[in-house]
């Protein structure tokens, strides 16, 4: 039962706001932002079974080790392992009144998930961040700062592309992880599309 649960959190934490299930199709902020992108579900699928088959080490309450088998992403060091270790380590202190020990173990999994899951989809991310820059930079006289309250404000407001960009860098990290190198070319090429998008979105405010 538990087990089942487990499961079912799993599915849920990965896909949420980022993947419709069972159809290749990568979705930003919204469904109705979305992008189909073909063995996207294999990649997703082969990220779920790293945290399903490695339950057994949760359960024990071997989180460290739990953690250590996610080396395989791309990005993913002992240095990033210990620094959401530490995370995790500060937010199971504030859990420790909770009475039920059934609703703790899927209350703790959620947290734990939802801890590594964001740290693994942040990784790349400041690379797409550093590419817009870089391209508004080259394009025009916005100083550097103002590019980035410009960002700022995107992020506030959840915009389209800036979700769906989030989220091709999110699987562009898992292909290459998962050696999914035609998938990860295809990312590349996405990625660059909606950063495009969004420079001029900014070039275009300043003007």
Same mark, same amino acid.
């Given at each position: 039962?538990?087990?089942?649960?487990?499961?079912?959190?799993?599915?849920?934490?990965?896909?949420?706001?980022?993947?419709?299930?069972?159809?290749?199709?990568?979705?930003?902020?919204?469904?109705?932002?979305?992008?189909?992108?073909?063995?996207?579900?294999?990649?997703?699928?082969?990220?779920?079974?790293?945290?399903?088959?490695?339950?057994?080490?949760?359960?024990?309450?071997?989180?460290?080790?739990?953690?250590?088998?996610?080396?395989?992403?791309?990005?993913?060091?002992?240095?990033?392992?210990?620094?959401?270790?530490?995370? +995790?380590?500060?937010? *199971?202190?504030?859990?420790? $009144?909770?009475? @039920?020990?059934?609703? !703790? #173990?899927?209350? %703790?999994? /959620?947290?734990?998930?939802?801890?590594?899951?964001?740290?693994?989809?942040?990784?790349?991310?400041?690379?797409?961040?550093?590419?817009?820059?870089?391209?508004?930079?080259?394009?025009?006289?916005?100083?550097?700062?103002?590019?980035?309250?410009? +960002?700022?404000?995107? *992020?506030?407001?959840?915009? $389209?592309?800036? @979700?769906?960009?989030? !989220? #091709?860098?999110? %699987?562009? /990290?898992?292909?290459?992880?998962?050696?999914?190198?035609?998938?990860?070319?295809?990312?590349?090429?996405?990625?660059?599309?909606?950063?495009?998008?969004?420079?001029?979105?900014?070039?275009?405010?300043?003007?």
């Amino acid at each position: 039962m538990i087990m089942d649960q487990l499961y079912d959190a799993t599915d849920n934490l990965i896909n949420q706001q980022f993947y419709k299930d069972g159809r290749d199709v990568i979705i930003g902020r919204t469904p109705e932002v979305s992008i189909k992108i073909s063995n996207s579900g294999q990649i997703i699928r082969k990220f779920k079974d790293l945290f399903n088959q490695n339950l057994a080490l949760f359960l024990e309450g071997k989180y460290l080790k739990f953690l250590s088998h996610f080396k395989r992403i791309k990005g993913v060091d002992e240095i990033f392992v210990k620094e959401v270790y530490q995370d +995790l380590q500060l937010k *199971f202190e504030h859990l420790k $009144d909770t009475d @039920s020990d059934h609703i !703790n #173990i899927i209350v %703790l999994y /959620t947290i734990f998930l939802n801890s590594l899951i964001s740290s693994i989809r942040d990784l790349n991310f400041g690379e797409a961040i550093s590419e817009i820059k870089k391209r508004i930079l080259k394009k025009s006289n916005i100083r550097e700062h103002k590019i980035q309250e410009e +960002l700022d404000n995107l *992020f506030m407001r959840n915009d $389209d592309n800036v @979700s769906i960009l989030y !989220n #091709i860098s999110y %699987l562009d /990290t898992l292909a290459e992880s998962f050696n999914y190198k035609k998938v990860a070319h295809i990312c590349k090429i996405q990625k660059s599309k909606f950063i495009n998008r969004i420079v001029k979105l900014i070039i275009s405010s300043h003007n």
